[in-house]
T-cell receptor, first 113, second 112 residues
Framework: GESVGLHLPTLSVQEGDNSIINCAYS??????FIWYKQESGKGPQFIID?????DKRQGQRVTVLLNKTVKHLSLQIAATQPGDSAVYFC????????????FGGGTRLMVKP | EADIYQTPRYLVIGTGKKITLECSQT?????MYWYQQDPGMELHLIHY???????EKGDLSSESTVSRIRTEHFPLTLESARPSHTSQYLC???????????FGEGSRLTVL
C-alpha cells in the first residue's frame, strides 16, 4: 500500500549499553505522557508513563525524563538487551482537546549483540 | 494484560470486496480508536469513539467507516477495498479521562 508519513529514525546500540530515545512534543497543555514499545507484527505495548507534575519516573530498567521548559521527553533503557529491539513511540495527552492522545513519529531501536 | 481483541489478524482479499475488521474489548472502556500504520511507519488516527452512538473521523482521511452500537465493540468497514488500503489497522481503547491506551494486536490487510 501507499506509505503514509515519514520513515522512522533508527538508533543502533551495543548490547549492554544504555539507550536514550528522545521525543519532542508540541503542546504546552499536554499533562500526561506515555512511552510505548512496538515489536514487529504486534500492537504497541505500554512501557512507562509520567504526569506533567513530575520530571522523572523510573521503572524496571527504564527511566522517563520530562523537560517541560523545552517540551522534551526521553526514555532511557539501562543495559539494553536484544529483546529491547523494537520501535518506540512517545504519546502526549492533550488535556484541552478532550484528552486526546497524540503519538510522536517513533524511533527504531536496534540492539547489536 | 490488555483485554482487547482484533480479528482477523491477517486478511488477503481482492479489489472491490467489502470487509469488516472486528475489535472488541472487555474492559468497559468508553473510548475506542482505530489507527492505520504501514510497516515501520508512524501511527495515524483514522476513527475514534467516545461512547455508544458516538463516532468521529481522525487526523488521517480514510475511506473506511465505523460504528459503535455496543460499548465493547467497534468494527471498521471498507465497502470496496483497493490496493491502497493495504496496511495494518490497530484498534485501541481507553477508560474515561487520561490514562493508558490499550492496543490490540492489529489486523494486517492486503488487497490484491
Amino acid at each position: 500500500g501507499e506509505s503514509v508519513g515519514l520513515h522512522l529514525p533508527t538508533l543502533s546500540v551495543q548490547e549492554g549499553d544504555n539507550s536514550i530515545i528522545n521525543c519532542a512534543y508540541s503542546n504546552s497543555a499536554s499533562d500526561y505522557f506515555i512511552w510505548y514499545k512496538q515489536e514487529s507484527g504486534k500492537g504497541p505495548q505500554f512501557i512507562i508513563d509520567i504526569r506533567s507534575n513530575m520530571d522523572k519516573r523510573q521503572g524496571q530498567r527504564v527511566t522517563v525524563l520530562l523537560n517541560k521548559t523545552v517540551k522534551h521527553l526521553s526514555l532511557q533503557i539501562a543495559a539494553t538487551q536484544p529483546g529491547d529491539s523494537a520501535v518506540y513511540f512517545c504519546a502526549e495527552n492533550i488535556n484541552n482537546a478532550g484528552n486526546m492522545l497524540t503519538f510522536g513519529g517513533g524511533t527504531r531501536l536496534m540492539v547489536k549483540p | 494484560e490488555a483485554d482487547i481483541y482484533q480479528t482477523p489478524r491477517y486478511l488477503v482479499i481482492g479489489t472491490g470486496k467489502k470487509i469488516t475488521l472486528e475489535c472488541s474489548q472487555t474492559m468497559g472502556h468508553d473510548k475506542m480508536y482505530w489507527y492505520q500504520q504501514d510497516p515501520g511507519m508512524e501511527l495515524h488516527l483514522i476513527h475514534y469513539s467516545y461512547g455508544v452512538n458516538s463516532t468521529e473521523k481522525g487526523d488521517l482521511s480514510s475511506e473506511s467507516t465505523v460504528s459503535r452500537i455496543r460499548t465493547e465493540h467497534f468494527p471498521l468497514t471498507l465497502e470496496s477495498a483497493r490496493p491502497s488500503h493495504t496496511s495494518q489497522y490497530l484498534c485501541a481503547s481507553r477508560s474515561r479521562g487520561a490514562g493508558e491506551l490499550f492496543f490490540g494486536e492489529g489486523s494486517r490487510l492486503t488487497v490484491l
